[in-house]
């Protein structure tokens, strides 16, 4: 059987113009990197599932270091399967007890109702996205409720699993507990 076929428009050879920024700033990275005696297990037992948004240092947001948290993330920081396979993994074998979901404002997932985000992509890109869920949020604090219950009620997660929410607040980081 025969290596699939790459588009070489796409892939670039490691040292691509396009991530000399990203390889130089691994190699200041690794000059101090103190890293390698930490283990795979959240040693404050959290989990952090949160936005994509570059915005965001959820480390920084919630007082703890590497080796501390699970880090989840995705557009919107919803509580997709995705998420919860991963949260399957965390809680059974990484030392998860506890998760933390935590959408920000000013998120571009609540800037616009599904069918809007997908016209804006198409009139971006030319490509029709209708046939994915983007999961837009309308309000942020429902959603955020919604993803709290799907968590607590998820069969194949502890049932002594302890879950919150909250929403960063990017123009103080402060965050708003969710009940």
């Known amino acids: 059987m025969s290596a699939p076929e790459s588009n070489p428009s796409k892939l670039g050879a490691v040292t691509d113009d396009a991530f000399a920024d990203v390889f130089s700033g691994n190699a ?4 101090s990197y103190s890293g ?5 297990i959240a040693a404050r037992g959290l989990a952090v599932v949160t936005c994509m948004d570059s915005r965001i240092d959820p ?4 007082g703890m270091r590497a080796g501390d948290v699970k880090i989840l993330r995705n557009a919107g920081a919803r509580v997709t399967d995705d998420v919860l396979r991963t949260l399957i993994l ?3 074998l990484l030392g998860v007890t506890r998760v933390l979901v935590m959408p920000h404002t000013d998120c571009r997932m609540a800037s616009a109702d599904e069918w809007t985000m ?3 992509i198409r009139q971006a890109s030319g490509i029709d996205s209708r046939g994915i869920e983007i999961r837009t949020v309308a309000d942020q604090d429902a959603a955020l409720r919604t993803d709290l219950l799907r968590l607590s009620a998820f069969p194949l997660l502890p049932k002594d699993l302890v879950v919150a929410g909250a929403i960063l607040d990017l123009g103080t980081g402060r965050i708003r507990p969710i009940v």
Request: aromatic content about 6%; charged content about 10%; hydrophobic content about 30%.
């Open 36 to 40: 390698g005696g930490l283990s795979g």
């Open 28 to 31: 200041t990275y690794a000059e």
């Open 59 to 62: 480390l920084s947001v919630v």
């Open 90 to 92: 965390a809680t059974h």
């Open 118 to 120: 997908h016209e804006q």
